[in-house]
């Protein structure tokens, strides 16, 4: 009778578990094979700027990420709203993203510091960096994609891709006030030294003597 007992409670806690045991690992949801081993995942909370995201972990309070090794232009600059939208897409609010740092854990202003994979396995940083919505910039000692980003950024430039485009290009400078040196001189300004005054850049130094606007 004891015997009895005993196995009918086994084979009910068994057509209890296995089930769930089939169940779980959809729920923990593995990462996408591409997602590096150590990565930590987390959930998209906000998009603050390109390259600063805020997460929350499995547990605890939400934090904010800044992207290892690129940097997106800043509000206001250009192809700055592109890379926003860019940044917002491969990391959908309320989506899961997984985190891997480098050797340093924090920059100056409190900020985990860390390459971002999206739900899908998107490598985010290199992905940026691909289309020209990012730069990539020396975030050293944390250097482990350095090299690959390195090569996405020279592709990016050679297709003159979003900031490398000629619409993103700095407009040369060119003299407010006058056209010509010409112009210049008859009003009684220049010459203009090399490393003295600034109106020095707006022109050519054809000679290369460090003066420009020389009165003739
Ligand atoms: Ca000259």
């Not at 007992?5 to 086994?10: D, G, N």
């Not at 094979?33 to 929350?56: H, M, R, S, W, Y």
């Not at 940044?87 to 390459?115: E, F, H, V, W």
Request: proline letters at 8%; aromatic letters at 8%; hydrophobic letters at 40%.
């Amino acid at each position: 009778m004891r015997n009895m007992l005993r196995l009918s409670v086994l084979s009910a806690a068994a057509t209890i578990t296995i089930p769930l045991a089939v169940a779980a690992p959809a729920t923990a949801s593995a990462p996408p094979a591409n997602v590096p081993k150590g990565a930590v995942q987390v959930k998209v909370t906000k998009i603050v700027a390109g390259d600063l995201v805020e997460v929350v972990p499995t547990r605890g309070a939400t934090f904010r990420v800044r992207l290892l090794s690129i940097a997106t232009p800043k509000r206001g600059q250009c192809f700055s709203n592109p890379a926003f939208a860019r940044t917002k897409a491969l990391l959908p609010i309320g989506k899961i993203a997984y985190l891997l740092r480098d050797r340093t854990p924090k920059d100056s202003a409190g900020n985990r510091l860390a390459y971002v994979w999206g739900g899908t396995g998107v490598f985010v940083n290199q992905n940026l960096v691909r289309g020209g919505w990012a730069r990539v910039v020396n975030h050293a000692p944390n250097v482990k994609y350095r090299d690959l980003l390195r090569s996405e950024q020279a592709k990016a430039q050679r297709a003159k891709l979003g900031v490398w485009s000629v619409q993103c290009a700095p407009k040369p400078q060119v003299d407010p006030r006058f056209r010509t040196c010409k112009d210049a001189n008859a009003k009684g300004y220049g010459p203009y030294r090399r490393g003295v005054d600034p109106e020095y850049a707006w022109y050519q130094d054809r000679d290369g003597d460090g003066i420009v606007c020389e009165p003739r």
